[in-house]
């Protein structure tokens, strides 16, 4: 694991030992924080690596005591699959790749691209070029979807700006573009009586998800007059082409927003707003079952088994049953060191905003809980 001024642990997962630890942010005081010393998302793994994201570098550190082996600049939200290494590129130039042996060589720019590298050396082995019309790649900064083959990553859109939105499906072995869509930024409004505008409409800034077949993604309508809808269209991971769609209208208030991409079952939709979740069929889109918070939500949900697990603003933790939304077990943590607010106000798109969704405050392994707070790692059983 890893906290917010650059430090990275290991810790026996049957005693809780700490087995080491290392610093690897150099000068952390003197840099920007939210740029430099805060490891936003848990690190990756490989046989032999561990590989932490800080925003703006990238560090493999050996498994078995965090020495570090190479350093990466210029690209984040770091991905590990079939020995390769994903990362979303950053809108700024990068200077040269940097190890402990001095091996990696200089990476060239990337923008807002897409790269793959040997996960054991941060060796380049393909990184996505320009596309034929010179505009260059936007792509969101989430962690990529794999399926079927294909790395999938979505193109960033905003409402109030005159820009492309879209899904690129890239080949995962050497980065060459498969298939991909665009949305029409303005489309007549659908409604009786319609806008006096049109709307806004895109596909959403978060992640795609791969589940029952198909590759899911949201698309945003935003009407004139502001209140907004959401759609969950399911697509042919081969072609792209749309196979199935699902109006997200479990929200009773038209101000609350969704939080994340909804977390599929075996024949529900989890919809997590600000402070309840909807189970929605995913054959008829009606809702099964609602559950209000008694707080708002920090993190994803995670669905293991038959139980929703979540972590609330409060410290709290709580377990649902899946089919029926009832309250299986609930706790309070008594520690102002487990509040989990998200380390960036709403307004920053760069965490738990719309683009993706903050990682949970927990993990669940071999049937234990084991939580983050400020200080210190706490396993519940």
């Known amino acids: 694991m890893s906290d917010a ?74 991905t590990v699959v079939d020995g390769l290494l994903l990362r979303v590129g950053i809108d700024r130039p990068r200077r040269a790749g940097r190890s402990a042996s001095e091996t990696v060589p200089a990476l060239p720019p990337l923008q807002r691209g897409m790269e793959a590298l040997d996960a054991a050396t941060g060796q380049l082995r393909w990184q996505t070029s320009v596309p034929s019309d010179g505009y260059t790649y936007s792509l969101s900064h989430v962690h990529p979807t794999i399926a079927e083959g294909m790395v999938l990553m979505t193109e960033g859109f905003d409402p109030h700006c005159r820009v492309k939105s879209g899904l690129h499906a890239f080949d995962l072995h050497t980065g060459a573009l498969r298939w991909e869509i665009w949305e029409d930024n303005e489309q007549a409004c659908p409604r009786m009586p319609p806008c006096d505008r049109p709307d806004r409409v895109g596909v959403s800034s978060g992640r795609t998800v791969w589940a029952h077949g198909l590759v899911w993604i949201v698309e945003d309508r935003f009407h004139a007059d502001y209140p907004y809808e959401e759609t969950l269209v399911g697509l042919d991971p081969r072609t792209g082409r749309p196979e199935r769609t699902l109006s997200l209208k479990g929200f009773d208030d038209p101000d609350e927003i969704g939080s994340g991409m909804p977390i599929f079952g075996h024949d529900l939709l989890y919809c997590l707003g600000d402070e309840r979740i909807d189970a929605l069929d995913l054959a008829t889109g009606t809702v099964r079952w609602t559950q209000r918070l008694t707080s708002p939500t920090v993190g994803s949900l995670l669905l293991a088994g038959n139980i929703l697990h979540m972590a609330t603003e409060n410290g709290g933790l709580q377990a649902l049953d899946a089919d029926t939304g009832d309250p299986r077990w609930s706790i309070v943590l008594n520690d102002e060191t487990a509040m989990w607010e998200p ?19 927990f ?5 234990s809980l084991f939580v983050r707070t400020d200080n210190a790692v706490l396993q519940l059983r």
């Open 5 to 78: 001024e650059g430090n990275a642990f290991a810790f026996d997962i049957a005693t809780g030992h700490q087995l080491w630890h290392q610093q690897h942010c150099d000068n952390p005081q003197d840099h920007d924080k939210w740029d430099f010393t805060r490891l936003e998302w848990p690190p990756a793994l490989t046989s032999g690596l561990v590989i932490i994201d800080t925003g703006e570098e990238t560090f493999g550190c050996d498994r078995g005591d965090g020495r570090l082996r190479w350093k990466l600049e210029g690209a984040r939200r770091p």
């Open 363 to 367: 993990v669940l392994i071999d049937g």
């Open 343 to 361: 380390p960036f106000p709403v307004s920053v798109p760069l965490a738990g905003t719309g683009y993706e969704a903050m990682p949970a405050p």
